[in-house]
């Protein structure tokens, strides 16, 4: 009788541990004290915050995948398209041509996505990226820049697609 009543309430503990997210860290854009947007990031990922150039970023256990956020006035599609362009070309030696777009509605904002792959200019590896860019309150615009090792652990697409979905804008 016993043994059962154990074994019923391992049960109901592994379900529990399971049913629960794993602890995360959120991390706030342009700081915590001043944040326009906030997304979570997992506890052990590497978290930073400059507030020299107001942006925070994060990268997996073994620098399988980087993540970086920050903000910029938004003035129109062709200068966030400048902002996209330069983005890119900051962190990649080149892009491959097969950059898609699309759009969701998530936490009330509007996203614009773009996804591709290339060769990362640091480290000159194949790697696959996202971009998103959406409102942020104001005249700014939030943009995460996010890459990953075309051989990084199965799950890390995962993960970093579950990040971007906590992204939530600061209501004003």
């Known amino acids: 009788m016993k043994t059962k009543k154990i074994t019923q309430f391992m049960l109901v503990a592994a379900a529990l541990a399971l049913a629960l997210p794993a602890r995360a860290d959120t991390m706030s854009v342009p700081s915590k004290e001043k944040a326009a947007f906030t997304f ?7 978290p930073t ?3 020299e150039d107001e942006s925070v970023e994060a990268t997996a256990p073994g620098n399988h995948a980087y993540l ?14 400048k902002d996209l362009e330069a983005t890119l070309k900051d962190a990649m030696k080149s892009v491959d041509a097969d950059v898609k777009q699309h759009e969701l509605d998530q936490n009330g904002s509007h996203f614009y996505v773009f996804s591709g792959s290339g060769v990362d200019k640091r480290a000159g590896n194949k790697v ?9 309150g104001g005249d700014k615009a939030g943009i995460v ?9 199965a799950g890390t697409m995962d993960v970093l697609e579950g990040i971007l979905k906590t992204i939530k804008v600061a209501k004003k």
Not at 40 to 46: G, I, L, N, T
Not at 128 to 136: E, P, Q, R, T, Y
């Open 145 to 153: 820049y996010a890459d990953y090792d075309a051989d990084a652990p």
């Open 49 to 51: 915050g400059s507030t």
């Open 40 to 46: 979570d990031v997992p506890s052990d990922w590497k």
């Open 68 to 81: 970086i956020a920050w903000m910029v006035t938004a003035a129109d599609e062709k200068s966030l398209g």
């Open 128 to 136: 696959k990226f996202l971009v998103g860019i959406f409102d942020a």
